[in-house]
């Protein structure tokens, strides 16, 4: 008779709260604090971005979402240098590259990591379930979405090749 061995483990750890995004603390692109609770009542769409991708071109179409529902929607792009060195250029660099060839004005974070040991806390919650409360996923290449709801909650994410004016996220607003 085969006799059941108890393995004494450390009882879970769920967290009390999950973190609210408007709780994490990032920067701009000229490394001014953001306080992203300004945005509550919004919806808020996060892009890793990068200057020299095949999709750099939906810098356009990020630029006519945001000035179509401007009381809606605030866009967030975070450049990215983790796929293909893409976007290895400085602060300045970026900004005058968005600016000059797609006249951004949409909120740009601090080049961030998306993924891997060095994550930035916005993309850890974005990107893990026990975080957001939906949905874990991997940012799989640059222009990857989420999009967060009015009241701080992920809705979803989309993949590099979902545009932007996409109605799978126009749907929302």
């Known amino acids: 008779m085969k ?4 393995i ?4 879970s750890k ?19 604090p953001i306080d992203l609770s300004i945005f509550k009542g919004r919806y ?3 892009v890793n971005v990068a200057s020299k991708c095949g999709f750099t071109a939906q810098y356009k179409d990020l630029q006519q979402l ?3 529902y401007p009381d809606q929607l605030v866009v967030i792009g975070a450049p990215c240098n983790q796929f293909g060195g893409q976007e290895a250029g400085s602060a300045s660099q970026i900004r005058g590259f968005c600016e000059l060839n797609f006249g951004v004005t949409f909120l740009l974070t601090e080049k961030l990591n998306v993924k891997g040991v060095h994550q930035h806390p916005l993309y850890s919650w974005l990107t893990l379930k026990k975080l957001n409360g939906k949905k874990s996923s991997k940012v799989q290449w640059n222009f990857q979405k989420y999009l967060v709801s009015p009241k701080g909650q992920l ?4 993949y590099s090749f979902t545009k932007p004016l996409s109605s799978k996220i126009t749907k929302y607003l």
Do not use: H, M, Q, R
Not at 19 to 31: F, H, Q
């Open 44 to 46: 808020i769409l996060f």
């Open 155 to 158: 809705i979803d994410y989309y």
């Open 66 to 68: 945001s000035d179509k």
């Open 3 to 6: 006799t059941a061995i108890k």
């Open 8 to 11: 004494k483990t450390a009882p």
């Open 14 to 32: 769920v967290p009390e709260a999950l973190k609210s995004i408007y709780d994490i603390p990032v920067n701009d692109l000229g490394g001014n």
